[in-house]
């Protein structure tokens, strides 16, 4: 077994390789396989190489992939064209090439595995090139890996310099745009060994995917999926954004793996991002950033796997991420392969990889194939295999520090989470007592204080006009109390995460005109009057009638509560895309600017006292939030000081 690696420039340079004395003793193989990787992702220019090989080499199978950088003797190479033959002394090689969109990929890759079946050969391995931007490959990949082989599979998503979704894989007569080319590897002494790692760390806490759509993440912890890389990273919604977001994948644990997944392109409607691999919804994530230093560290690792291997021939397929993290030092991970055996491939948009314990479509990550023809025959060992390259270890003592610093940046990144990490759960198991300790507490308060209000109310009824006054003060205060240990009931439910919704089909607008009904004599109390603008009739939600009455409730109540005599609140209700708005308008004092970010967390109350006296604990306006997002929705509010507040929230239709 035999490989050769070229670069093309043009046409004449292809036909002075096909002429060189190593390819032409090389002739009499069973076998050649002849792959493409170029920058120039111009269909003329596949066929038109294919066309010159096949007219002096007929035999030979040809395939290829537009890329992001090419790789030649384990170098890095730019907009080029690297060719490699391979030449197998006794192996069969057989080649299925399909259409494949965004409609038939299930059964792209289940008549692959058909096809393969059909051949009735020993198969030793399966090489698969895909369109991953244009098409579903992790459905076309699950589906074929899901039919029990028993062979490893490697290979790659084509790529495209521009990012303009313009990616080609060849057959060696078509050029497909939405495609699969697999070259089927067989025979009794062919062996076939596949390596792959990854070298990402977590960098950010935890979240998880609350909504998806195919291959879009619509939502992350409840947000717009975008927002999350403009919080963590500063990256902005503009042409460049795969670029920048390039080092930044989502790293994910699944069935004892670390994956990782790279954003691709934002939709601007709705904010969410599309990945060219597969998501699930509840799945949770970190955002990862590559440690130069571990990706060398177990690139070293798997070179000396890979030289206990023997191989006589490397193919590599390695994500994109990977050249734009490591810049000019990414051939510290790709150039030592080429010390054990010859040695191309070509930078990703996704790789393939199947073994006996692992099989999955990934990001990120390099995939490195040994091919080898008979037995191992015992080598010596390689030489610089056996530790890791040191970035230190060069004569000119400020060369290539950057990677060294960013190495410790990313150390000490890594150790402050799991401090804060660390501190985050303690802090959790202190708010578990807390809540604990307060639902004991309101618990035990309660029973008495029902009795203490029973009493009082009984001898407000009985006694004279004497005492009358003493009797009223004890219903008063312990009513306030008893509402008091509610709200504090409700708070510590919702901290454990105990909100019980009971959701029932319910005519919202109705249940909203009752309530400003109830809420018009506590109004009329200050002469303060209460009106309703509704947009629409009726609208039916699916909401807990109960808990939104407490909502409407809290709100109308405060704005009552912080309005001047005299004045008018304003309940609007209108229809906003999929979700009715609900906005609570008073001309009451209003609040500072400071104090608006603070008003929905519990026990924060602003600098605003009550009209008329009446008392207020910040409870209220904490439990209504939880409330509002239980169901999905959301809430805010404006407020300017002597002109009034505007609380808004959203219930989805």
Request: glycine share 6%.
């Given at each position: 077994?035999?490989?050769?690696?070229?670069?093309?420039?043009?046409?004449?340079?292809?036909?002075?390789?096909?002429?060189?004395?190593e390819?032409?003793?090389?002739?009499?193989?069973?076998?050649?396989?002849?792959?493409?990787?170029?920058?120039?992702?111009?269909?003329?220019?596949?066929?038109?190489?294919?066309?010159?090989?096949?007219?002096?080499?007929?035999?030979?199978?040809?395939?290829?992939?537009?890329?992001?950088?090419?790789?030649?003797?384990?170098?890095?190479?730019?907009?080029?064209?690297?060719?490699?033959?391979?030449?197998?002394?006794?192996?069969?090689?057989?080649?299925?090439?399909?259409?494949?969109?965004?409609?038939?990929?299930?059964?792209?890759?289940?008549?692959l595995?058909?096809?393969?079946?059909?051949?009735?050969?020993?198969?030793?391995?399966?090489?698969?090139?895909?369109?991953?931007?244009?098409?579903?490959?992790?459905?076309?990949?699950?589906?074929?890996?899901?039919?029990n082989?028993?062979?490893?599979?490697?290979?790659?998503?084509?790529?495209?310099?521009?990012?303009?979704?313009?990616?080609?894989?060849?057959?060696?007569?078509?050029?497909?745009?939405?495609g699969?080319?697999?070259?089927?590897?067989?025979?009794?002494?062919?062996?076939?060994?596949?390596?792959?790692?990854?070298?990402?760390?977590?960098?950010?806490?935890?979240?998880?995917?609350t909504?998806?759509?195919?291959?879009?993440?619509?939502?992350?912890?409840?947000?717009?999926?975008?927002?999350?890389?403009?919080?963590?990273?500063?990256?902005?919604?503009?042409n460049?954004?795969?670029q920048?977001?390039l080092?930044?994948?989502?790293?994910?644990?699944?069935?004892?793996?670390?994956?990782?997944?790279?954003?691709?392109?934002?939709?601007?409607?709705?904010?969410?991002?599309e990945?060219?691999?597969?998501?699930?919804?509840?799945?949770?994530?970190r955002?990862?950033?590559?440690?130069?230093?571990?990706?060398?560290?177990?690139?070293?690792?798997?070179?000396?796997?890979?030289?206990?291997?023997?191989?006589?021939?490397?193919?590599?397929?390695?994500?994109?991420?990977?050249r734009?993290?490591?810049?000019?030092?990414?051939?510290?991970?790709?150039?030592?392969f080429?010390?054990?055996?010859?040695?191309?491939?070509?930078?990703?948009?996704?790789?393939?990889?199947?073994?006996?314990?692992?099989?999955?479509?990934?990001?990120?990550?390099?995939?490195?194939?040994?091919?080898r023809?008979?037995?191992?025959?015992?080598?010596?060992?390689?030489?610089?295999?056996?530790?890791?390259?040191?970035?230190?270890?060069?004569?000119?003592?400020?060369?290539n520090k950057?990677t060294?610093?960013?190495?410790?940046?990313?150390?000490?990144?890594?150790?402050?989470?799991?401090?804060?990490?660390?501190?985050?759960k303690?802090?959790?198991?202190?708010?578990?007592?807390?809540?604990?300790?307060?639902?004991?507490?309101?618990?035990?308060?309660?029973?008495?204080?029902?009795?203490?209000?029973?009493?009082?109310?009984?001898?407000?009824?009985?006694?004279?006009?004497?005492?009358?006054?003493?009797?009223?003060?004890?219903?008063?205060?312990?009513?306030?109390m008893?509402?008091?240990?509610?709200?504090?009931?409700?708070?510590?439910?919702?901290?454990?995460?105990?909100?019980?919704?009971?959701?029932?089909?319910?005519?919202?607008?109705?249940?909203?005109?009752?309530?400003?009904?109830?809420?018009?004599f506590?109004?009329?109390?200050?002469?303060?009057?209460?009106?309703?603008?509704?947009?629409?009739?009726?609208?039916?939600?699916?909401?807990?009638?109960?808990k939104?009455?407490?909502?409407?409730?809290?709100?109308?109540?405060?704005?009552?509560?912080?309005?001047?005599?005299?004045?008018?609140?304003?309940?609007?209700?209108?229809?906003?895309?999929?979700?009715?708005?609900?906005?609570?308008?008073?001309?009451?004092?209003?609040?500072?600017?400071?104090?608006?970010?603070?008003?929905?967390?519990?026990?924060?109350?602003?600098?605003?006292?009550?009209?008329?006296?009446?008392?207020?604990?910040?409870?209220?306006?904490a439990?209504?939030?939880?409330?509002?997002?239980?169901?999905?929705?959301?809430?805010?509010?404006?407020?300017?000081?002597?002109?009034?507040?505007?609380?808004?929230?959203?219930?989805?239709?």
């Amino acid at each position: 077994m035999k490989q050769f690696n070229y670069t093309l420039t043009d046409l004449e340079s292809l036909t002075a390789i096909l002429q060189l004395d190593e390819i032409e003793k090389c002739s009499d193989s069973q076998s050649l396989l002849i792959q493409i990787f170029t920058a120039k992702n111009e269909k003329a220019w596949f066929k038109a190489i294919g066309n010159s090989i096949k007219a002096r080499i007929p035999s030979a199978k040809i395939i290829g992939a537009s890329s992001v950088g090419e790789i030649k003797d384990g170098k890095l190479f730019t907009d080029s064209t690297v060719i490699v033959f391979t030449f197998f002394e006794s192996s069969c090689l057989n080649i299925f090439s399909y259409d494949c969109n965004k409609h038939n990929e299930e059964l792209v890759g289940k008549t692959l595995f058909n096809d393969i079946e059909a051949l009735k050969q020993e198969v030793k391995g399966v090489l698969i090139l895909s369109n991953p931007v244009n098409n579903d490959s992790t459905k076309f990949f699950n589906s074929f890996i899901s039919c029990n082989i028993s062979y490893p599979v490697f290979g790659g998503g084509a790529g495209d310099y521009a990012n303009m979704r313009k990616t080609l894989v060849f057959d060696g007569d078509r050029c497909f745009d939405q495609g699969v080319v697999s070259i089927v590897f067989s025979g009794e002494n062919l062996h076939i060994e596949p390596f792959t790692y990854l070298g990402w760390h977590p960098l950010t806490k935890e979240m998880t995917i609350t909504e998806v759509d195919g291959m879009s993440v619509k939502e992350i912890d409840g947000i717009p999926a975008f927002s999350i890389f403009k919080k963590y990273l500063n990256i902005k919604f503009d042409n460049s954004f795969f670029q920048n977001v390039l080092e930044f994948p989502l790293l994910i644990y699944r069935e004892g793996q670390i994956i990782a997944r790279v954003p691709f392109f934002v939709n601007e409607e709705n904010e969410s991002i599309e990945f060219l691999a597969d998501i699930k919804l509840g799945e949770k994530f970190r955002i990862g950033y590559g440690n130069p230093q571990t990706i060398i560290n177990e690139s070293v690792h798997i070179q000396n796997k890979m030289f206990d291997f023997e191989p006589e021939a490397i193919l590599l397929y390695t994500c994109i991420c990977r050249r734009f993290l490591m810049q000019k030092d990414v051939e510290f991970e790709t150039s030592p392969f080429n010390q054990i055996a010859p040695t191309a491939g070509f930078y990703t948009f996704g790789e393939f990889f199947a073994n006996n314990t692992y099989k999955a479509l990934l990001n990120s990550t390099m995939v490195a194939v040994g091919f080898r023809e008979g037995e191992k025959q015992k080598k010596k060992e390689a030489p610089g295999l056996n530790q890791s390259p040191n970035f230190n270890q060069h004569i000119d003592p400020y060369e290539n520090k950057h990677t060294r610093i960013l190495s410790h940046l990313l150390y000490f990144i890594d150790a402050t989470i799991q401090e804060l990490e660390e501190q985050n759960k303690k802090l959790k198991i202190l708010n578990e007592q807390k809540n604990e300790f307060l639902g004991i507490a309101a618990h035990d308060l309660r029973n008495p204080l029902c009795v203490i209000q029973g009493f009082s109310e009984l001898l407000e009824e009985q006694i004279g006009d004497k005492y009358k006054d003493y009797t009223s003060m004890i219903t008063k205060e312990s009513t306030k109390m008893l509402q008091l240990v509610d709200d504090l009931l409700d708070v510590t439910k919702i901290e454990a995460g105990n909100l019980d919704l009971k959701k029932d089909k319910t005519d919202y607008i109705k249940l909203v005109r009752q309530n400003i009904k109830i809420n018009s004599f506590l109004a009329q109390n200050k002469k303060i009057k209460l009106i309703g603008e509704f947009e629409m009739e009726n609208q039916v939600l699916s909401i807990d009638p109960g808990k939104i009455e407490q909502v409407l409730n809290n709100l109308i109540g405060n704005a009552i509560k912080y309005s001047h005599p005299d004045t008018i609140i304003c309940l609007k209700i209108f229809k906003e895309g999929n979700q009715i708005i609900t906005q609570v308008i008073d001309q009451g004092q209003g609040m500072r600017k400071g104090e608006i970010d603070q008003i929905f967390h519990a026990f924060k109350r602003t600098s605003t006292t009550p009209t008329a006296g009446e008392t207020s604990h910040g409870l209220g306006l904490a439990i209504v939030k939880k409330i509002v997002e239980g169901h999905n929705g959301t809430i805010s509010v404006s407020s300017e000081p002597s002109k009034g507040s505007t609380f808004t929230f959203s219930l989805p239709i």
